[in-house]
């Protein structure tokens, strides 16, 4: 997750979930150990009687009893505050498959408790506009999805529009409207 701040341009924050029914039945092992403290995970090898690896150190880490709530509001709700006084922002959340993006990231919407970050990001900016005074606010929402090379509008019923994704030298990469079907 990449997350800009103040005094920060980058934060980098890792978060282990917590090993699953199907890998307990399988005897996996956990192999990873989380610091909280210190910001830190280490990885140990099961085939060497889990012998330390490597111990790698982040702006912040979140093991696996960390609450949805914790890690917006330490990790999350300050770059949402600085685009609220209009600055950019990013986070974005990277991993293998099923280690918790989507988990993380949208969490379950209708639990107060397991809403992910979309969800609490939405509460704060809305609730920070619902009480301010004399400030006119334009909130544009998207969402997109990339899989394998293509581009969706999930926003889009039936996948109404056809999108394509285009390298230019001058903007970058820049997502283009190419068909109404
Ligand atoms: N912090 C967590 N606490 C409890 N369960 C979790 C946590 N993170 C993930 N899970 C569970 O682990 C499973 C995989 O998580 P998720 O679907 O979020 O992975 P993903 O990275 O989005 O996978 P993919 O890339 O395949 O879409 C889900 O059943 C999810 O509920």
């Known amino acids: 997750m990449s997350i800009g701040k103040k005094s920060e341009t980058v934060k980098v924050v890792v978060r282990c979930r917590p090993v699953n029914k199907k890998e307990e039945a399988m005897s996996h092992e956990k192999i990873v150990e ?3 403290k210190l910001g830190q995970v280490s990885v140990r090898n099961p085939k060497a009687a889990g012998t330390l690896l490597k111990t ?13 709530h914790e890690l917006y509001d330490y990790s999350c709700k300050p770059l949402i505050d600085s685009v ?5 922002g990013t986070i974005f959340a990277y991993g293998q ?3 918790g993006k989507t ?4 969490g379950l919407p209708t639990d107060s408790e397991k809403q992910g970050v979309i969800p609490n990001s939405f509460q704060h900016i809305f609730t920070h506009i619902s009480r301010s005074q004399n400030q006119q606010y ?9 899989y394998q090379d293509e581009i969706r509008d999930l926003l889009c019923k039936d996948n ?7 390298e230019n030298p001058e903007l970058g990469t820049a997502v283009c409207v190419c068909d109404f079907l």
Do not use: P, W
């Open 34 to 36: 989380v610091d909280v």
């Open 56 to 68: 790698f150190t982040f702006d912040a880490v979140y093991d696996m009893l960390s609450k949805q």
């Open 84 to 88: 609220l006084l209009g600055f950019n």
């Open 97 to 99: 498959t099923g280690t």
């Open 103 to 106: 988990y993380t990231m949208h």
């Open 138 to 146: 334009l909130v544009r929402v998207s969402y997109l999805e990339i």
């Open 160 to 166: 109404c529009k056809k999108l394509e994704l285009k």
